[in-house]
């Protein structure tokens, strides 16, 4: 499967940009739409989502929302995928994903460590260089110390 070129996954995502604010708590507003993300499985299958802020914490990122869909339609291999965003003045830009988002994107299905994510039109990334030491550690064989050996006490 090709995936679609860099510009191509930019423009589907933009597509979907619909930013929109709602009174929130204390005065402030929370933003929704305004951050979009695209991808494209494995299968060949375009996805996309955008963020949901919220002010309790419950919300989720645009990728969250794309890789959602992707998962309701059943697939879980990611082969690329984009995040954009649009300031006020109209000027586009392509975000890299949040470390949870990262996390998230490999919890998803470990080969989605091989997933391309667009860092812009001619830079991109695999998702195993953006989040590294992804493999479980080792454990450590060590005698217990005392606290008070540490700082002298």
Same mark, same amino acid.
């Given at each position: 499967?090709?995936?679609?070129?860099?510009?191509?996954?930019?423009?589907? +995502?933009?597509?979907?940009? &619909?930013?929109? *604010?709602?009174?929130?708590?204390?005065? @402030?507003?929370? /933003?929704?739409?305004?951050?979009?993300?695209?991808?494209?499985?494995?299968?060949? $299958?375009?996805?996309?989502?955008? #963020? %949901?802020?919220?002010? *309790?914490?419950?919300?989720? #990122?645009?990728?969250?929302? +794309?890789? +959602?869909?992707? %998962?309701?339609?059943?697939?879980? /291999?990611?082969? &690329?995928? %984009?995040?954009?965003? /649009?300031?006020?003045?109209?000027?586009?830009?392509?975000?890299?994903? #949040?470390?949870?988002? =990262?996390?998230?994107?490999?919890?998803?299905?470990?080969? $989605?460590?091989?997933?391309? !994510? !667009?860092?812009? =039109?001619?830079? *991109?990334? &695999?998702? /195993?260089?953006?989040?590294?030491?992804?493999?479980?550690?080792?454990? %450590?064989?060590?005698?217990?110390?005392?606290?008070?050996?540490?700082?002298? @006490?």
């Amino acid at each position: 499967m090709d995936a679609p070129g860099h510009d191509a996954l930019i423009t589907a +995502a933009q597509q979907v940009l &619909k930013p929109h *604010s709602v009174p929130g708590y204390g005065g @402030s507003s929370r /933003r929704m739409g305004q951050v979009a993300s695209t991808l494209v499985t494995t299968n060949g $299958n375009a996805y996309s989502g955008v #963020c %949901v802020d919220t002010g *309790s914490g419950t919300g989720f #990122c645009a990728e969250h929302a +794309a890789i +959602a869909a992707m %998962v309701t339609a059943g697939e879980y /291999r990611i082969a &690329k995928i %984009v995040a954009v965003y /649009r300031d006020e003045a109209g000027t586009l830009y392509v975000l890299p994903p #949040c470390g949870r988002c =990262r996390e998230f994107i490999r919890q998803i299905d470990p080969a $989605n460590l091989e997933a391309e !994510v !667009v860092l812009g =039109r001619t830079e *991109s990334a &695999k998702l /195993r260089d953006l989040l590294p030491r992804t493999d479980w550690p080792a454990p %450590v064989d060590i005698t217990p110390v005392d606290i008070d050996q540490l700082t002298g @006490s």
